[in-house]
């Protein structure tokens, strides 16, 4: 297994908000937020469920630009 590049790399961090809710955020390597659920979830469980959504879902997800 190769070692990740720690300057081009990102991390998933997962968190409760003040309300008690449940978010993730991909954060890169230099600090900056590249998304977020969007959304609070009610159960960690269901928060990691969205994290490995994200996951297999976008790694091949297509570029579509909408027209004005």
Same mark, same amino acid.
């Given at each position: 297994?190769?070692?990740?590049d720690?300057?081009?790399?990102?991390?998933?961090? #997962?968190?409760?908000?003040?309300?008690?809710? /449940?978010?993730?955020? #991909?954060?890169?390597?230099? +600090?900056?937020?590249?998304?977020?659920?969007?959304? +609070? /979830?009610?159960?960690?469980?269901?928060?990691?469920?969205?994290?490995?959504?994200?996951?297999?879902?976008?790694?091949?997800?297509?570029?579509?630009?909408?027209?004005?």
């Amino acid at each position: 297994m190769a070692a990740r590049d720690e300057r081009n790399s990102a991390k998933f961090e #997962l968190f409760e908000d003040r309300s008690g809710q /449940y978010r993730w955020r #991909l954060v890169h390597s230099n +600090g900056n937020i590249i998304a977020d659920s969007g959304e +609070g /979830y009610a159960t960690k469980q269901k928060a990691k469920q969205g994290i490995e959504s994200v996951k297999q879902n976008a790694s091949d997800a297509e570029v579509v630009e909408e027209e004005p």
